[in-house]
């Protein structure tokens, strides 16, 4: 029976639906799969860090964040820094959700290679460490018997990379073309209906799926490091974003979405790639697309990705949003959580 | 290393699409996975059995029995029957494909439950034995240390048990609706192009996707036992064709398709179910989609499903034909062959 012993570094939104999660799902994962936990180390960015090798009460370290208060009085020791947490907290499994860094993977790479080192299993929701790190960290995990996987990074936390590592094994990954930036996705869709590019945005930053700055989204950012992530995961090849052709949706006036209506077509931010000999092409840009395509009925906050392989038709993985629920903070989480079920069960 | 000792039961176009496979991966099995392995007993329906514990060239078999001849000269030793293949091949691991029978299951349960208690892992492309015997013969494979999985058996050969079991662990899946047999979805997609229903059907037997009695397909059976396979296995509850509410496509008329289609709607052979308490109701039947479903862009022989679990927003998973690439043998091969690929590694 695995007995597990957690570190959240990062205690954002994200790692705090994670613990709800875990707590709500104990009893079957004990029952399930047989495996019990306990939290012995948080760092937060801004209310301290807590640490205890025999066990902190999570929960009572979510509530305390989320009044606004410190958590160092919740644990039985302290630590100077995230490093030194790590170390010695006394953790078997770490989730790094500290905030993204596009341009090189810092601090989140130095964490995850501390956590390996210590023998600790990794799940991270940052794509930073993933494009910037993805080979030299999966190379560390496996020399130390680990694992280290992101499935949160690409769909939220809808299963991607597991379907192809566990459910397409042996199968050669020629191209894929989708939708991965939900907040473009829904400024599109807003355009479509006949709102204002900035009211569109405006909406979004009111929900919480955008920034105050939506430079990242909107420029196709975080759709290129998405795309990054994807060729440097499942075509086994190091890609940053920087390769990746990028077009935002700036330039997209509201004449050019109703004259692609008329012809009943929409505008979509599409992600592609596609190895062409031992070359991989990669692209963000606006294009438009008719009802045949599977990009056409992904809609609103809506993302999914179609892939070309060898050994099978086309295969789509689609995720929409329902009642709302799209983006959130519990579907992320729960792509950590399946990291976590899948490396230790 | 795994060195494994593969038998074929059934041995007609999907387990000779599944040899070549084998064959051509070899080198990659090998050098990704280190799994090796030979085949040890090949039993046809109609042209004899083969058998060799030392080995046997399964390459020559297909050869032989595409050129319509007996196999039996090809081994070192006979076979009285399927059974005793099964018992005196040596294999550890056995592809069952033989025909299914949608009422009982059987004589492929026969197969699988003497395979598991030989001590191999098992994987078919058999619905019989997932809707009549999955909790009965997954409980014996675990009593041996052994694996009984069936990929094929939905979605041709693409990924959707494995995506469950392994890439969404924990999820509570409270319904799912898609489209699960192809055949019936070409034929509505060529009757919206004005096509009339015996054409389409006929149509659909030259390209060998649909039977000379075309039953089976258009009055829902092939939908209805895929139904009641996601269910009993998804949903962890046994559950017959005959529990699912079932209306096939044979009353639609020219005039319906084209009155959907003036409404910018299209018939599709939908497939559902959902927990209802305690209860789980299930329907084959047609429905009106509009152009905000996700069953609206599968059109032709695409096949899809979309799932509703507790943790994700809706997630979809969608097949879809390529360069006519769709429901051949190749693509059902490829889900023998994941099975394999997981249960060996």
Redesign the interface.
């Known amino acids: 029976m695995p007995h597990v012993k957690l570190a959240f570094i990062g205690f954002g939104n994200v790692a705090r639906s994670l613990v709800r999660?875990l707590e709500r799902?104990r009893t079957?994962?004990k029952e399930?799969?047989d495996i019990t936990f306990a939290t012995t180390g948080i760092a937060t960015g801004k209310h301290g860090s807590a640490m205890d090798p025999t066990g902190l009460d999570a929960m009572e370290c979510v509530k305390a964040v989320e009044a606004g208060q410190y958590i160092s009085s919740l644990g039985r020791l302290t630590a100077t820094d995230n490093i030194d947490l790590i170390k010695n907290c006394g953790a078997d499994f770490m989730f790094e959700n500290t905030p993204v860094n596009h341009s090189t993977g810092l601090p989140a790479i130095d964490h995850i290679r501390a956590a390996l080192e210590m023998g600790m299993n990794v799940s991270t929701a940052n794509k930073g460490p993933v494009v910037h790190g993805y080979h030299e960290l999966t190379a560390l995990a496996k020399s130390k018997g680990k694992r280290f996987l992101f499935?949160s990074t690409v769909l939220?936390?809808?299963?991607l990379f597991?379907?192809f590592r566990?459910?397409?094994?042996?199968?050669d990954l020629h191209s894929f073309k989708g939708i991965l930036n939900a907040t473009t996705n829904l400024i599109l869709s807003r355009m479509e209906r006949g709102e204002s590019y900035e009211d569109a945005v405006k909406f979004c930053q009111n929900i919480g799926i955008a920034e105050t700055d939506p430079t990242n989204d909107v420029d196709g950012w975080d759709a290129a490091i998405k795309v990054a992530a994807l060729i440097t995961v499942l075509m086994d090849t190091p890609f940053t974003p920087q390769q990746v052709e990028r077009t935002g949706i700036r330039d997209l006036t509201p004449e050019m979405i109703e004259s692609a209506k008329m012809q009943g077509k929409r505008y979509k931010l599409v992600c592609s790639a596609e190895r062409d000999g031992d070359k991989i092409n990669a692209r963000v840009a606006p294009e438009l697309v008719d009802?045949?395509?599977?990009l056409?009925?992904m809609?609103n906050s809506s993302t999914?990705v179609?892939f070309?392989t060898d050994?099978?038709?086309?295969?789509?993985?689609?995720?929409?949003?329902?009642e709302g629920?799209?983006g959130g903070p519990?579907?992320t989480a729960?792509g950590l959580?399946?990291d976590f079920?899948?490396i230790v069960?």
């Open positions: 999660l799902k079957l994962l399930n799969y499935e939220g936390g809808a299963a597991s379907v566990e459910a397409m094994p042996a199968a009802a045949s395509s599977p056409y009925g809609v999914g179609t070309v050994v099978l038709p086309d295969y789509s993985i689609t995720v929409s949003e329902r629920m799209r519990q579907e729960y959580f399946a079920v899948n069960k």
